[in-house]
C-alpha cells in the first residue's frame, strides 16, 4: 500500500533507539530470530544467501544477542548485523509498537482504494510534475518528481509530449524523483523509440516465485522524439524508479546522463510483521535491465558526464546545443546557437 509505504517513510527515519527501552525477555528474542530466519527463507529475493544468513543469525545469537535486553537496542544490532552479514541495506529490523499496532489494526486496501489514495495524494501535487517548457534554441524541458500510477498520469505525459513534440531536443529532469510506479517509466520511454516493443525489464518476486518480463508500448502515436537528442538529469536525490528509467535509457543508448551518481535503491522490499513489537524490511523483488542483466543496487546510476547537481541544467543544455550546432549547415542558426550557449556560459 502506497499509505503504508509513505507511514514507512517517516518511521525509518527515525532512531529506533529512540524508543522504550524496557527490558526484552530471553524468549521473545529467542522467537524473533525463528520468525526472521524463516521470513528470510520465505521472501528474501537472494536465495544463495539465505543459508549463510540463517547461520550467523544463530552464531551471533549463542555469542551476542544473549548480552542485549533492550528492544530498541537489540533491532539496531540485528538490523547492523543483518546488513554486513548480508551485504543488503535494505535489511532493516524496526521496533516500534504503535507502528505495528496500527498496521494490524488498519484494514487491507483493495487495488480500487489504493489507487484512490495516490489520486488525492496526487492531486496535491500535480502529480508530481513540476516543471514544462520550451528553451531558448527550441528545446524541451520536463521535470517531474515522481512516478505515479500509468492510470493516475497517462493523459498529463501524453499532452507533455504532445507539447514537446516539435523540439530539437529534450531534457528530462530526474534530480528529485523519489521512484513510484511502473509501467510509467516504461511508458514514458516508449515516446523515444520506435513501436517495435523492447523488452525493458525483468522482474522476479521471490515470495510469490514468479518472474514478469516488462517491455516499451507498441501504441504510441506520437514518434516525434524518436531520434531528437535526449539528456536525463539525475542526482544523489534520484531514486528506485526513476534511477530504473535513467539506467534503462542509458544502457539503451538512448540517453545521456548528467549529474550526480544516484541513490542505489533497485530491489523492491516489504515489511513484514515480526510480532506486536517488531517488523522487518526485507528485500523481495530483484529488477534486472537486459542490456546488463544487472542493475544499480547499492552502486547507483552513474551519470556519463559528472557534475554537481546544480550545474547538470546548464551542462546538459550546452550539450544539446553543441549537438545541434553540428547537424546545421546555416551559419546564421549557428550564430544563434552560439548566443545561446554564451548566455548559459555567462550565468
Request: glycine share 6%; aromatic share 12%.
Amino acid at each position: 500500500m502506497k499509505k503504508l509505504t509513505t507511514l514507512l517513510l517517516i518511521i525509518f527515519g527515525l532512531n529506533t533507539l529512540g524508543f522504550s527501552q524496557n527490558t526484552i525477555s530471553k524468549e521473545e528474542k529467542d522467537s524473533i530470530i525463528v520468525k526472521i530466519k524463516t521470513l528470510i527463507k520465505e521472501n528474501y529475493v537472494f536465495e544463495d544467501k539465505v543459508k549463510f544468513i540463517n547461520r550467523s543469525l544463530d552464531d551471533l545469537y549463542k555469542t551476542k544477542y544473549d548480552t542485549i535486553d533492550k528492544f530498541g537496542q537489540f533491532a539496531g544490532e540485528l538490523t547492523k548485523d543483518l546488513r554486513e552479514i548480508s551485504n543488503d541495506k535494505h535489511f532493516r529490523v524496526n521496533y516500534n509498537p504503535k507502528f505495528i499496532k496500527m498496521i494490524l489494526s488498519e484494514p487491507e486496501e483493495t487495488p480500487e482504494e489504493e489507487i484512490e489514495w495516490e489520486k488525492e495524494q496526487g492531486l496535491k501535487e500535480n502529480f508530481g510534475f513540476e516543471k514544462l517548457e520550451i528553451l531558448e534554441g527550441n528545446i524541451g524541458y520536463l521535470r517531474f518528481n515522481f512516478f505515479y500510477p500509468l492510470k493516475l498520469v497517462k493523459s498529463t505525459i501524453d499532452a507533455s509530449i504532445e507539447f514537446l513534440k516539435y523540439t530539437d531536443g529534450i531534457i528530462i529532469d530526474l534530480r528529485d524523483n523519489q521512484g513510484g510506479y511502473g509501467p510509467t517509466d516504461n511508458y514514458l520511454a516508449s515516446y523515444f523509440f520506435d513501436n517495435n516493443p523492447i523488452h525493458w525489464s525483468t522482474n522476479f518476486e521471490k515470495p510469490i516465485n514468479k518472474i514478469t518480463n516488462d517491455s516499451t508500448f507498441n501504441d504510441i502515436t506520437i514518434k516525434d522524439l524518436v531520434d531528437k537528442p535526449l539528456y536525463i538529469l539525475i542526482s544523489n536525490n534520484t531514486v528506485s524508479n526513476a534511477e530504473k528509467f535513467s539506467y534503462a535509457m542509458k544502457h539503451l543508448d538512448r540517453a545521456i546522463l548528467v549529474g550526480e551518481k544516484s541513490y542505489g535503491a533497485a530491489n523492491g522490499t516489504d515489511f513484514l510483521i515480526l510480532n506486536e513489537n517488531y517488523g522487518i524490511q526485507v528485500p523481495v523483488c530483484n529488477i534486472t535491465i537486459p542490456t546488463t542483466n544487472g542493475n544499480w543496487e547499492a552502486i547507483g546510476v552513474k551519470p556519463d558526464i559528472e557534475s554537481k547537481k546544480e550545474d547538470s541544467f546548464n551542462i546538459a543544455y550546452i550539450e544539446i546545443v553543441n549537438t545541434l550546432i553540428a547537424k546545421t549547415d546555416d551559419s546564421e542558426q549557428k550564430k544563434k546557437y552560439n548566443k545561446i550557449k554564451n548566455k548559459i556560459n555567462n550565468r
